[in-house]
């Protein structure tokens, strides 16, 4: 079923072109399974399993991890209310609402397509956004989902995933495997292929993620017509996150290519360049010309551009 939110060609193509170029990783990839595993039916069942967990039981470990739980209308009703209007204006099925116990200011969806797809938001964003404000958010993340881009993320990434798992694997058996030669350069094969395959997946999933926040980003603020309130939440989010200790933190960075906002203590630095995320002035000005293409009208104090 096709939503309301634009449509956006350019992340479908880059959506398109990471896919390819993290299928063609995986040659390199089996290879280095099958020198280690022997066996290619092993190999088979394990990429499946490994797949299979991670693309349809996405949003139970997201939601696990998080701390997130499901709630019904009568303990959220303001919150449901949101996402039904914006479900509705959408024209797409509602997900299931969630929230996390967590005093960081954040919101996440997932879930493998738009009818098994979750949008979660946490304890500390609902108390610190008004309606309008959280009606953007919310609506980024709607558009992740009819964009389909958490489904396309989550599939990307397991590859970075198993590819960490066989470098330490062969690590640890250099550690405490057979000493021979011909194991050893076997072993140190599979660590070379193995952290390239991880360096590669993972430069080129954080390309497509900064460009699928930008997307999120207008998305929203075509469908709400509110680009305004969205850039004012994306303000106060992330200079509440930049307050909560690093330590609070580390956990939530994990899941930072899913997140509004990235789970940052500190402006990142060179980091930047590795980011999941644009950097705010990015966003702010991106929001700021969709604001001056609506003609809307900045609320006092809130960021955009006339």
């Not at 200011?105 to 997932?110: G, V």
């Amino acid at each position: 079923m096709q939503s309301r939110f634009r449509s956006d060609r350019r992340l479908t193509v880059r959506m398109g072109i990471t896919l390819f170029l993290l299928g063609l990783l995986y040659v390199g990839f089996v290879a280095a399974l099958i020198v280690v595993l022997k066996s290619w039916v092993l190999v088979v069942v394990i990429v499946a399993a490994v797949l299979g967990v991670q693309y349809w039981f996405s949003d139970r470990i997201a939601l696990f991890a998080m701390r997130g739980r499901v709630v019904e209308r009568d303990e959220y009703p303001e919150l449901h209310g949101v996402v039904d209007r914006l479900a509705a204006m959408a024209d797409m099925p509602k997900p299931v609402v969630a929230v996390s116990e967590m005093e960081m200011p954040n919101a996440f969806a997932t879930g493998r397509n738009p009818d098994n797809a979750v949008v979660c938001v946490t304890t500390g964003l609902l108390r610190r956004l008004d309606p309008a404000e959280l009606e953007g958010v919310l609506a980024h993340e709607l558009s992740h989902v009819a964009h389909k881009d958490v489904a396309v993320i989550t599939i990307a990434s397991f590859l970075g995933v198993i590819a960490g798992l066989i470098v330490r694997f062969a690590f640890y058996s250099q550690l405490f495997g057979r000493r021979d030669q011909n194991t050893m350069a076997v072993l140190a094969v599979v660590m070379g292929v193995s952290a390239a395959v991880y360096a590669l997946s993972f430069l080129l999933i954080r390309a497509l993620s900064r460009y699928r926040e930008l997307a999120a980003d207008r998305a929203a603020a075509l469908l709400t017509g509110r680009p305004s309130a969205l850039a004012a939440a994306l303000t106060k989010v992330t200079g509440d996150i930049a307050r909560i200790p690093t330590k609070d933190l580390r956990t939530a960075q994990a899941f930072n290519a899913f997140y509004f906002t990235p789970a940052f203590g500190a402006e990142p630095g060179l980091g930047r360049f590795f980011a999941t995320h644009p950097s705010l002035e990015q966003r702010l000005d991106q929001l700021g010309r969709i604001s001056a293409e609506l003609g809307e009208a900045t609320a006092p104090g809130a960021p955009g551009k006339a």
